[in-house]
């Protein structure tokens, strides 16, 4: 018997991945190599705060 893989959850990490790497291209252009550091911890703001607002949420599911 063969087990059915779902290719779900691989699209979801190379998705996570390519937001990742995105972020990283666009803090560094924006702030420079502190920027690289920071990209994670500044799209998790970015997320946070286009999440409580009504007319940006689909941006914010965007970035997941």
Same mark, same amino acid.
């Given at each position: 018997?063969? %087990?059915?893989?779902?290719?779900?959850? #691989? &699209?979801?990490? /190379?998705?996570?991945?390519?937001? =990742?790497?995105? %972020?990283?291209?666009?803090?560094?252009? #924006? &702030?420079?190599? /502190?920027?690289?550091?920071?990209? =994670?911890?500044?799209?998790?703001?970015?997320?946070?705060?286009?999440?409580?607002?009504?007319?940006?949420?689909?941006?914010?599911?965007?970035?997941?």
């Amino acid at each position: 018997m063969t %087990a059915k893989i779902s290719h779900i959850p #691989v &699209l979801l990490i /190379i998705a996570a991945a390519f937001v =990742v790497i995105v %972020a990283m291209f666009f803090w560094g252009w #924006v &702030l420079g190599p /502190i920027g690289m550091l920071l990209s =994670v911890p500044l799209t998790m703001i970015a997320k946070i705060a286009l999440a409580t607002n009504p007319d940006t949420r689909w941006l914010a599911a965007m970035l997941e």
